[in-house]
Each structure stands twice: as structure tokens, then as C-alpha cells.
């Protein structure tokens, strides 16, 4: 669920260095002049309220959404090869591609662009039923056949393939009208909440053929021009870091008012949507606050107690448990790193890495004290998560001695290097972490590469510690594809490269079993191994926000046609909250 918080302090224009991913904080609730707010100051997550002090207006047609996020997107558009951060989801993901599956607030998945899923008894087969009416922006109808044109383009990705083994060969089959039959190697429980993520973003087959047709017959420019069944249809697209991407309101929308609407909701309200990529996020606030954008996506704590005090700016909250993330050092596992040594694969060095970071201080100096330090991935609220999971409390003192171990029986000091994104911010929070493991022995040093590099270098292995932000979810099955060993090869998922027999038989556990008690208690033992092996170090749990002008609404929590009353959509895609739907958000003149 989410909290709106507007305040208005003409007299407030203080510029702090603001930050956007990896170490950069979240988007907490927080209180205002009226006594709002949807979180509180000490540090809970997972309450999940939701409280508005922004005005209410009614819906109103037309305008255009100036949208800034964090960073473009590599490899343009195709659903099967796209490499997603939230940044993607927001621009393509969600305004000209749609998924089968939404999310609900509840933590449940709803149908979407599909009428029905259901499975046989043992979850090895799953009946999609497509919802009948909808057209992809060229005209072309969203069927069955589309459908599993689609599955099996990304079933046979080399970048998303890894992440739905479980499909049998041969396993996706369309009755040639509405129908997907969809066969499972294993039972597979969690596999409708793969349809919200990339795996369930449906592109025109023809669109689709026409640019990856073989023998030079098709068009590679067409790319990035995608074609979906979105409330936005595809205008322009440039490249790179202050680029934007166009949408215009597709006026045959199945959620629209026109011949071939479904539902006859009239929807999208806005007339065009423009995405400006803009990677520094001090550049976004001040662009929002000078009125020359009109919403940015943050995960910065000290960014949203600042606009939140601004004049004109409303910032809504992400504060839904199945919304909230942890921030963390991304530990590479393996023995080597571009064919160097690389001590983060000793255990010592990770304890020692995480025993010497303190998690209380990079709350209060990085996160304004609104994102309280994580022991795990879990969350409170989350499947999985515990109070306890006995990952190591911060203690200078015993991370100095592993670090004197270590370096008396190489003959030579402890280096390692962490990198971050180019961001200000994320600079100062990246020394701040060089300071304290320095304090205990540690020698460090700090790479910066741009926002846009930052998954490529992390799929490609080519990193020691990174500063990062992941593992939202509704479902401990979301987190396969980030733990386990068979997605460690060529462009690896598994980003810390975790090779372990125990993570593979928890995950497997997780996956497989229909029994609801005996995957949460996989979970919540998979929670105290990574906490024993410290396969990365947690640092803190943190929200997401999109501060808006204050005559911007609707801009989260989408409504899902025919989900139970007062369940609406979270903004997530892959795991991946910070999104927005746009379907629904209108600006009104009035204001």
C-alpha cells in the first residue's frame, strides 16, 4: 500500500546531494504538518498504511507526464533481451508493454492481460486463458498464439531463460484461440508471479519478427521501437544518459473508451508520457522542483525527507512489505575475478566485511534514520524474513582480528575494491563504507562506472563488492533466480556467482513444494544461511518513492479488473518495485 505526503515550506529550498541505486537509500513513510504519514520515524518497515495529505481531485483526460528516471535501458526493448532495472520497468515495462499477471497489494496474483490461470493438482501444468479483446498497437490481436510466441521467445532467452527452468521442452502450447497450456519439469506453485515480471511482457509477434527476422531480412532499427498492448504507444526513443523515450495515449486501449475497448474504463487519462534519463539525482529533484518535470522515482531517504518539505511537491510512499528492498554490499563469490585472486571468496573476509560495517550509522547519516538495518533479504512482513537470523552484529573489534588473520598468512594487507555508481551520492555513501573497513585493516579502493554499465558489469562477474539494491517479492520463489548455482554461467543472474549444495536445496524446496509451512520454513533456513555464509553483507531495508508536483495523482496502485475490492497493484515488475502504472495517473488543471 502506499502513503501520499504533501507539504508545502515556502521557506525550505535546501539542496542536499541526492542519490538514486546501490547503497542509496530507499523512500520511507514519514510525518507532515497535519500529522500524515504512512511510516513512522523509528525505523519500522512492512506497516504498510496508507495515509494522504495531498488533495483529492477527480480524474481529468489529457496532458503529458514529464517523468525523470535513474538510467536508460541496455539492449532496447525486446521483452526477451532487455536488461531491467527499475528505470526499464517504468519506461517501457509498464506504459508500452503490459504483463499477463498484476500483483495485488494483498501479495496474491491476478490475472491481467490473461482472463484465468489455473494448475492441475501437483502444479505441473498450468491453463493460461487470455483475455479476449485486446489488440497490440499495430493492430494485430493478443491471442493465445501471441502469448506463447512470447513465452517461448523468453523461455529460450539467454538473459531470462535461466530464470524459468522449469518449463518442460516443448512445454508451451496454444490451442490456436485463447488457451495456453503451459508443462512443468517440476511442480512449480510461485510460477504466476513470473508472469508479472519481464517474462509475462507481451511484444506484437509481427513487431517481434519483423526486427529479428534471420538472413538479413529483418530490421534491427525497429528494436527500439517496441510494440505492446500498453496504455502508451511507442513515439520516439534516444539513446544514453539525457535521452527520453515518447509515448502517446494508445486510443484503442483495452481498458480505454474506443470501438475495441473491453472494459470501457476510459483509461489512460493522460495524452503522452515523456521519460527523460537523467543518472544524477540531484539533477531530478532540481528539475522537479523548478516545475520542469513532473515526477521522479527515488530510493534516497535523505532525498525524500528533503522533498517532502517542498513547495508543490507530493511524495507518494511504496510502503507495501512486498514493495520494500534491501540495500547491501554485492559480494562476488567466486575464487577469482577477471582472473585475479579475489579474497571475498574467504568466508573470514565477508564476516569480517560485514562485522565491520556499521548499519545503525549508514541509517542515520545516508537514509535520514528512515531505513532501519537489515539482517537479511526478508523483510518484516515477507515470507522468510526472522528477527533473529544471526547475521553478524557489528563488532570493529572481532572484524580486526579476521582481517590480521587473513593478512599474516598472505604476507600482505587485505585489499579490495568496491564499486558504485557515478551518482554524488552514492560517492559519499561508498567512502563512508571505505572509512569504516579501512578503520579495521582493509585496504579499499573505490570504482565509480556510470549508472547505465551498472548490470552489465554485475552479469559479466567483473566486480569484487558492490553497492546494490535487489530482492523485493512477494513470493521467496522470486529469489531463484539471484541464489542459485544453475544461474552462474555466461550472463549470470546469480550476480554474486553463489555456488553452494544447500542454497540449491532450499531454493529447490522453496520452489517445488505445495505444502505453505514447509517453503516458509526453507525460507527462514535459507535466511540463516546466507547470514552464517555472509554470501553478501545486508546493510539496510528501504521504500521507494515518487515525489510528483502536487497536481499529479493516481500515480500508484492501479486497479486490477475483477480483483477483490480494495486490492489494487504494487508497483513491481521482476522484483523490481519503484515502477510506475501510468494507466491511471492523471494531472489536473486545477491545481
Not at 151 to 170: E, F, H, M, R, Y
Not at 460 to 482: I, K, S, T, Y
Not at 505 to 519: K, Y
Request: net charge negative.
Amino acid at each position: 500500500m502506499e502513503t501520499s505526503v504533501s507539504r508545502r515550506a515556502p521557506w525550505r529550498r535546501t539542496f542536499i546531494v541526492l542519490a538514486a541505486l546501490a547503497v542509496g537509500a530507499a523512500a520511507c513513510g514519514g510525518d507532515d504538518d497535519g500529522g500524515g504519514g504512512g511510516g513512522t520515524d523509528d525505523g519500522a518497515v512492512g506497516e504498510g498504511n496508507t495515509t494522504t495529505t495531498a488533495p483529492v481531485a477527480e480524474p481529468t483526460r489529457g496532458g503529458t507526464l514529464i517523468y525523470a528516471v535513474e538510467a536508460d535501458t541496455q539492449s532496447p526493448w525486446l521483452p526477451s533481451t532487455m536488461v531491467c532495472a527499475a528505470a526499464c520497468h517504468s519506461t517501457v515495462g509498464r506504459t508500452i508493454y503490459e504483463p499477463l499477471v498484476m500483483l495485488g497489494s494483498d501479495g496474491q496474483p491476478y490475472p491481467y492481460l490473461l482472463e484465468s490461470f489455473s494448475s492441475n493438482d501437483d502444479f505441473t501444468v498450468w491453463t493460461l486463458v487470455v483475455r479476449q479483446g485486446i489488440k497490440f498497437h499495430d493492430g494485430t490481436d493478443l491471442n493465445a498464439d501471441a502469448v506463447a510466441f512470447n513465452l517461448i521467445n523468453q523461455s529460450q532467452s539467454v538473459l531470462v531463460g535461466p530464470a524459468v527452468q522449469p518449463i518442460a521442452d516443448n512445454g508451451i502450447v496454444s490451442d490456436g484461440a485463447f488457451t495456453v497450456t503451459v508443462t512443468m519439469d517440476t511442480p512449480w506453485p510461485a510460477f504466476p508471479t513470473y508472469l508479472n515480471s519481464q517474462l509475462g511482457y507481451m511484444g506484437s509477434p509481427a513487431w517481434i519478427q519483423a526486427a529479428t527476422a534471420a538472413n538479413d531480412a529483418g530490421d534491427p532499427s525497429l528494436l527500439t521501437q517496441p510494440v505492446g498492448t500498453g496504455p502508451f504507444k511507442y513515439e520516439s526513443y534516444e539513446s544514453g544518459d539525457n535521452g527520453r523515450l515518447t509515448a502517446t495515449r494508445f486510443e484503442d486501449y483495452w481498458r480505454g473508451d474506443g470501438p475495441n475497448s473491453v472494459t470501457g474504463e476510459g483509461l489512460p487519462y493522460l495524452d503522452a508520457i515523456e521519460v527523460r534519463f537523467t543518472p544524477d539525482s540531484s539533477a531530478r529533484s532540481q528539475a522537479l522542483l523548478a516545475g520542469d518535470i513532473d515526477m521522479l522515482q527515488t530510493s534516497n531517504g535523505i532525498e525524500i525527507d528533503d522533498l517532502e518539505g517542498q513547495d508543490g511537491v507530493a511524495v507518494t510512499i511504496l510502503d507495501n512489505p512486498f514493495e520494500i528492498e534491501t540495500t547491501y554490499t554485492l559480494i562476488n563469490n567466486m575464487p577469482e575475478v577477471n582472473g585475479a585472486p579475489n579474497p571475498m571468496a574467504d568466508i573470514r573476509v565477508r564476516r569480517a566485511l560485514a562485522l565491520a560495517t556499521d548499519n545503525q550509522v549508514l541509517s542515520d547519516a545516508r537514509t535520514a534514520g528512515r531505513f532501519p538495518p537489515a539482517n537479511g533479504p526478508f523483510p518484516p512482513g515477507v515470507i522468510g524474513h526472522l528477527d533473529d537470523s544471526g547475521y553478524p552484529a557489528y563488532d570493529p573489534d572481532a572484524a580486526r582480528a579476521l582481517v590480521d588473520e587473513v593478512a599474516a598468512e598472505q604476507g600482505s594487507p587485505v585489499a579490495i575494491s568496491y564499486k558504485t555508481t557515478n551518482d554524488p551520492f552514492n560517492l559519499t555513501t561508498a567512502e563512508l563504507l571505505q572509512q569504516m573497513w579501512e578503520d579495521v585493516g582493509f585496504q579499499v579502493s573505490i570504482d565509480q562506472i556510470p549508472q547505465g554499465e551498472f548490470i552489465g558489469q554485475a552479469l559479466a562477474g567483473n566486480f569484487q563488492a558492490f553497492g546494490w539494491r535487489n530482492h523485493a517479492g512477494v513470493d521467496p520463489d522470486q529469489q531463484f533466480v539471484w541464489w542459485s548455482s544453475t544461474t552462474t554461467q555466461g550472463i549470470a543472474l546469480n550476480f554474486g556467482r553463489i555456488i553452494s549444495d544447500d542454497v540449491d536445496s532450499l531454493l529447490n524446496t522453496i520452489r517445488t513444494a505445495t505444502d505453505p509451512d514447509e517453503r516458509q520454513g526453507a525460507a527462514e533456513d535459507l535466511n540463516r544461511l546466507f547470514a552464517e555464509n555472509v554470501f553478501d553483507a545486508w546493510n539496510n531495508w528501504v521504500y521507494w518513492g515518487l515525489a510528483h508536483a502536487d497536481n499529479v495523482y493516481n500515480v500508484a496502485g492501479e486497479s486490477i479488473p475483477d480483483a477483490p475490492e480494495g486490492v489494487r497493484a504494487i508497483n513491481m515488475g521482476a522484483n523490481l518495485p519503484g515502477i510506475i502504472m501510468p494507466a491511471e495517473i492523471f494531472e489536473s488543471p486545477a491545481d
